[in-house]
């Protein structure tokens, strides 16, 4: 186990899940793998499923259409709407679960990265807004913890065969 920083706060009040995430590499990188399509499907996804994205535009108004894929095919599709983008330093999007096609299933969370540096290690900090409490905790749930926390070590394995 690393000693690099991960929390997971789930504040119920304020709708929001707080997640600070530091990764062994530099930021250039780190944020490539959140922004590149090529990157982002290797590791988006908790084992054993993947990532397939089929429409990428990382640009403000732009959006990621995306499917999780199960072992056996099972596809659950979501976007990402990209709001607002300040490159290598922050961009926000909103996530929502859709149709194939990527129509909305709404409501959806407001999430807000952000991305710092000191002495080689990129600490990646996310706030995830939900307007609705149910949906917040549904997701909560169905495993959104675990299966985030398996995602973004995911990450930290790829990022090592990267730098």
Do not use: C, H
């Amino acid at each position: 186990m690393s000693n690099l920083l991960f929390d997971f706060i789930v504040n119920k009040e304020t709708k929001t899940v707080l997640i600070n995430r530091e990764f062994d590499a530099p930021l250039p990188l780190v944020w490539d793998a959140f922004t590149k399509q090529d990157i982002l499907d290797q590791w988006w996804a908790p084992a054993p499923w993947s990532s397939r994205t089929t429409v990428m535009n990382f640009e403000e108004g732009g959006r990621r259409l995306y499917a999780m894929v199960s072992p056996e095919g099972q596809e659950n599709w979501a976007v990402q709407q990209y709001t607002s983008i300040t490159p290598k330093t922050n961009f926000k999007l909103l996530n929502a679960f859709a149709d194939a096609q990527g129509n909305p299933q709404l409501p959806g969370s407001d999430w807000d990265l952000t991305f710092t540096e000191k002495d080689g290690i990129t600490t990646v900090n996310v706030s995830i807004y939900n307007e609705s409490r149910e949906r917040m905790e549904q997701q909560i749930a169905m495993g959104f913890k675990e299966g985030f926390t398996m995602t973004l070590d995911s990450l930290e394995k790829l990022l090592k065969t990267l730098s």
